[in-house]
């Protein structure tokens, strides 16, 4: 037998293995065959790149390099109701007609992200913030269920869940027993991020392949053919698959994992509902984090019962107390809970806590531990505070939330509402982290974000850790942040309940802070998104004479940032622009990077005020309403045409 008839052999006995749960033959043939080859390599020199030897783990690691991705990899919004899981299957029909939806299990793992060319995997990393993650080829190496080769002659990025099966953790448990891992999915992300591929190796995880990133010659239109090319690659695919056609076979899919989930060899946390068609999912589109075309529906998340030991009261960077319960530790999810959120004392009297008295504890969508209530209504009265805990004044009560108002001398909202300002959505102030906020705070007597812009290179030298090439990084950064821009800016004032997107909003119907400051609450309400409580704290911060007062300082320093509209003049211009179909030579975004450059403008819906409609391929029921309005409608090719100079 050649080296390569060895290889496809024993890379056959393992997909029955470990992809098919049906092994042909017993280990003892595979471990003989194997050692063979193991033997044979030796005397020749050469390993195979699909060589099943690959698999054990080379020398550890000195550190992760950063790998980025050829495409953003989305996170998933969620829902944890059927009643927003309706809403959301209602909102999609709404915008392209009824669809064909995929259902599939949500593993609780870590996601990996394979890239294969010309059929031979080159790279695999961590998902990181869906940009940039970490670079963990050798360790996905030593996963079984991640071919080494496939047939396929592009370039593609395939997403998978690393995880570690419950009978697995359980026979490593057996082995270690002075050691145990706790959870199956701490144990599958820690084994993929330990910088030793031989831990890897030692734990037997899988990946269960399901998505597909970039793409270069991969031809799948449906989600449905995506997971064929998956097994056709010897992939792990998911382990429930099915389609539906309405909110009710949605929900009766649901229902059926749910009753089947604490029998799964694997953790999952909820099921993952898709669009099943490429071409209607591009013209869905994306938000700023997540797809428009699927969604995670949450179970229930981990209910345990602990003690709560006491209450600390912590200051924002607005003055809002927010209490945090003190637990006895307790392992929930797979980690130790110490401190759980309480929301406000209306909270604590709503749900009759009391000190040193059992408490209901879960994490809000498996991440935020939360008190959901008391499990024995006895133990000892939490008190709500009259003055602040870090600086003694009096507090003041609006609505349910206790407030501390003295912004200019309380240490914990100047060090809040400074991080938050060089932060980076904020001004993105590299080398200023909370630590050395809270030391220029306490050396250097800094009292707002104003000051910032004084410090000196004296001034950072007093300061721990600061040499001169982090005090030059560091001011240099300041000085940088001058030019910074609307949205940015509007993010950094830390204006209660305003994050980035309504920043964003409010730069572009504004224009500059000062007309932002001039703003009634009926004006902001009329703004997608904002309601009365966030209109009213706008209104009252752009009130307060301290907060203007720094608005003036930093204009002095020379930071008065406005919305500036690029003005672009293509044969596009004036015109509001809806992609509905498929587009065989653009992507959706490389549309509409192209109208806009050309001085369109995208709207996602068809309505009166839509001037053209570019309509590709399996164009939905975008087309027939511009059909019924009458509105200009063209093909891709007089697109291409309409681009030609």
């Given at each position: 037998?050649?080296?390569?008839?060895?290889?496809?052999?024993?890379?056959?006995?393992?997909?029955?293995?470990?992809?098919?749960?049906?092994?042909s033959?017993?280990?003892?043939?595979?471990?003989a065959?194997?050692d063979?080859?193991?033997?044979?390599?030796?005397?020749?020199?050469?390993?195979?790149?699909?060589?099943?030897?690959?698999?054990?783990?080379?020398?550890?690691?000195?550190?992760?390099?950063?790998?980025?991705?050829r495409q953003?990899?989305?996170?998933?919004d969620?829902?944890?109701?059927?009643?927003?899981l309706?809403?959301?299957v209602?909102?999609?029909?709404k915008?392209?007609?009824q669809?064909e939806f995929?259902?599939?299990?949500k593993?609780?793992?870590l996601?990996?992200?394979?890239?294969?060319e010309?059929?031979?995997?080159?790279?695999?990393?961590?998902r990181?913030?869906g940009?940039?993650?970490?670079?963990?080829?050798?360790?996905?190496?030593?996963?079984r269920?991640?071919?080494?080769?496939?047939?396929?002659d592009?370039?593609?990025?395939l997403?998978?869940?690393?995880?570690?099966k419950?009978?697995?953790?359980?026979?490593?448990?057996q082995?270690?027993?002075?050691?145990?891992?706790?959870?199956?999915?701490n144990?599958?992300?820690?084994?993929?991020?330990?910088?030793?591929?031989?831990?890897?190796?030692?734990?037997?995880?899988?990946?269960v392949?399901?998505?597909?990133g970039?793409?270069e010659g991969?031809?799948?239109?449906?989600?449905t053919?995506l997971?064929?090319?998956?097994?056709?690659?010897?992939?792990?695919?998911?382990?429930?698959f099915e389609?539906?056609?309405?909110?009710?076979?949605?929900r009766?899919?649901?229902?059926?994992i749910?009753?089947?989930?604490?029998s799964?060899?694997?953790l999952?946390?909820?099921?993952v509902?898709?669009?099943n068609?490429f071409?209607l999912?591009e013209?869905?589109?994306?938000?700023?984090?997540?797809?428009?075309?699927a969604?995670?529906?949450?179970?229930?998340?981990?209910?345990?019962?602990?003690?709560?030991?006491?209450?600390?009261?912590?200051?924002g960077?607005?003055?809002?107390?927010?209490?945090?319960?003190?637990?006895?530790?307790v392992?929930?999810?797979?980690?130790?809970?110490?401190?759980?959120?309480?929301?406000n004392?209306?909270?604590i009297?709503?749900?009759?806590?009391?000190?040193?008295?059992?408490?209901?504890?879960?994490?809000?969508?498996?991440?935020?531990?939360?008190v959901?209530?008391?499990a024995?209504?006895?133990?000892?009265?939490?008190?709500?505070p009259t003055?602040?805990?870090?600086?003694?004044?009096?507090?003041t009560?609006v609505g349910?939330?206790l407030?501390?108002?003295?912004?200019?001398?309380?240490?914990p909202?100047?060090?809040?509402?400074?991080?938050?300002?060089?932060?980076?959505?904020?001004?993105?102030?590299d080398?200023?982290?909370?630590?050395?906020?809270g030391?220029?705070v306490?050396?250097?007597?800094?009292?707002?974000?104003?000051?910032?812009?004084?410090?000196?290179?004296?001034?950072?030298?007093?300061l721990?850790?600061?040499?001169?090439?982090?005090?030059t990084?560091?001011?240099?950064?300041?000085?940088?942040?001058?030019?910074?821009?609307?949205?940015?800016?509007?993010?950094?004032l830390?204006?209660?309940?305003v994050?980035?997107?309504?920043a964003?909003?409010?730069?572009?119907?504004?224009?500059s802070?000062?007309?932002?400051?001039?703003?009634?609450?009926?004006?902001?309400?009329?703004?997608?998104?904002?309601?009365?409580v966030?209109?009213?704290?706008?209104?009252?911060?752009?009130?307060?004479?301290?907060?203007m007062?720094?608005?003036?300082?930093l204009?002095?320093?020379?930071?008065?940032?406005?919305?500036?509209?690029?003005?672009?003049?293509?044969v596009?211009?004036?015109?509001?622009?809806?992609?509905?179909?498929?587009?065989?030579?653009?992507?959706?975004?490389?549309?509409q990077?192209?109208?806009e450059?050309?001085?369109?403008?995208?709207a996602?819906?068809?309505?009166?005020?839509?001037?053209?409609?570019?309509a590709?391929?399996?164009?939905g029921?975008?087309?027939?309403?511009?059909?019924a309005l009458?509105?200009?409608?063209?093909?891709?090719?007089?697109?291409?045409?309409?681009?030609?100079?």
């Open positions: 037998m050649t080296m390569q008839q060895m290889v496809k052999q024993l890379n056959t006995w393992a997909h029955e293995y470990y992809v098919l749960d049906n092994p033959v017993p280990d003892t043939t595979y471990d065959l194997y063979q080859l193991v033997l044979l390599e030796k005397q020749t020199g050469v390993v195979l790149p699909d060589s099943p030897t690959r698999r054990v783990g080379g020398e550890p690691l000195k550190n992760f390099v950063q790998h980025t991705h953003r990899l989305y996170s998933l969620k829902v944890q109701s059927f009643g927003e309706a809403e959301w209602s909102k999609v029909q915008e392209v007609g669809v995929s259902v599939e299990l593993y609780d793992g996601t990996i992200n394979a890239t294969y010309n059929g031979v995997l080159v790279g695999a990393s961590t990181g913030n940009v940039v993650g970490e670079d963990v080829t050798e360790q996905v190496k030593t996963i269920t991640v071919p080494l080769t496939i047939p396929f592009g370039v593609c990025e997403q998978g869940e690393g995880i570690m419950l009978s697995q953790l359980d026979k490593h448990n082995k270690h027993p002075n050691d145990p891992l706790k959870n199956a999915r144990a599958a992300a820690g084994a993929i991020r330990n910088l030793n591929p031989k831990v890897t190796a030692e734990r037997n995880l899988d990946v392949f399901y998505s597909a970039y793409t991969l031809t799948c239109q449906s989600q053919q997971v064929d090319f998956l097994k056709d690659c010897g992939m792990l695919t998911n382990y429930v389609t539906a056609r309405s909110f009710e076979e949605i009766a899919i649901i229902e059926k749910g009753e089947m989930r604490n799964l060899d694997f999952i946390d909820g099921v509902i898709k669009v068609n071409a999912r013209e869905l589109g994306y938000t700023d984090k997540f797809p428009k075309w969604v995670a529906y949450k179970f229930d998340a981990e209910q345990v019962t602990t003690t709560l030991l006491d209450v600390d009261w912590q200051v960077r607005t003055g809002k107390l927010t209490p945090i319960g003190l637990l006895e530790p392992e929930l999810c797979g980690a130790t809970i110490k401190r759980a959120t309480l929301n004392f209306g909270d009297t709503r749900k009759k806590l009391y000190k040193n008295a059992l408490v209901f504890v879960r994490r809000s969508n498996d991440v935020i531990p939360e959901l209530g008391a024995e209504e006895n133990g000892d009265t939490i008190t709500k003055t602040c805990p870090a600086c003694g004044s009096v507090l009560e349910a939330h407030f501390c108002t003295n912004a200019s001398n309380c240490r909202q100047i060090v809040a509402r400074i991080t938050h300002y060089c932060s980076k959505n904020a001004c993105d102030i080398g200023i982290s909370e630590k050395t906020v030391a220029l306490d050396n250097l007597g800094i009292t707002s974000v104003a000051d910032l812009y004084s410090l000196t290179d004296n001034d950072l030298a007093t721990e850790g600061f040499k001169q090439r982090k005090i990084n560091t001011l240099n950064a300041i000085k940088n942040s001058k030019n910074v821009k609307l949205a940015q800016f509007i993010f950094a830390g204006l209660d309940n994050g980035s997107v309504t964003k909003d409010l730069a572009v119907r504004y224009g802070v000062e007309a932002l400051s001039k703003a009634t609450v009926d004006e902001l309400t009329q703004i997608d998104g904002i309601g009365d966030v209109a009213e704290g706008i209104v009252q911060y752009f009130a307060e004479s301290e907060n007062q720094i608005i003036t300082r204009k002095d320093i020379g930071i008065n940032p406005t919305y500036e509209v690029e003005e672009r003049i293509g596009f211009t004036g015109k509001k622009v809806v992609l509905t179909g498929s587009l065989a030579n653009y992507t959706r975004s490389q549309a990077k192209l109208i450059q050309n001085g369109g403008e995208i996602s819906s068809v309505s009166k005020s839509v001037n053209l409609v570019i590709g391929t399996d164009a029921s975008k087309l027939t309403k511009a059909q009458g509105i200009e409608i063209i093909d891709e090719q007089t697109f291409q045409q309409l681009l030609q100079p």
